[in-house]
């Protein structure tokens, strides 16, 4: 079992900043790639970003690319996701998620067995 906690949410200005962190404990030693969804009120969950487990590999939805940075720390046993250029359309609940993916399954929800209870983002204009 992997626990996974988010922190980092707030109120930014659109072009401001914000850093998430996730901090997995239990059995962080295992090989699990992690990722990025967001939600918003009466819509699906969209992915956002995902790290492998070795940290070679990045996917970033086209919405954030070039704005959102995924990266971890396998010490800290934590991952990041740093986001830049914030814009209103940002503005959601960010969930951390952690599983065993591979192949082109990193932007499936399903791809991820833990989960983390998710932090608000809110962009303002």
């Known amino acids: 079992q992997v626990q996974l906690v988010e922190s980092g949410g707030g109120l930014v200005q659109a072009g401001g900043t914000l850093r998430l962190s996730c901090a997995a404990s239990g059995r962080t030693s295992s090989s699990y790639a992690a990722g990025w969804f967001r939600r918003v009120p009466g819509k699906d969950p969209e992915f956002v970003t995902a790290i492998s487990w070795g940290g070679g590999s990045t996917f970033y939805a086209d919405s954030v690319k070039g704005r959102f940075t995924i990266s971890r720390d396998y010490a800290k046993a934590t991952v990041y996701l740093q986001m830049n250029s914030l814009k209103p359309e940002d503005t959601a609940v960010y969930y951390c998620?952690?599983?065993?993916?591979?192949?082109?399954?990193?932007?499936?929800?399903?791809?991820?067995?833990?989960w983390g209870q998710g932090t608000q983002v809110t962009v303002s204009s």
């Open positions: 998620a952690a599983g065993s993916v591979g192949g082109s399954d990193y932007y499936t929800r399903a791809s991820y067995a833990y």
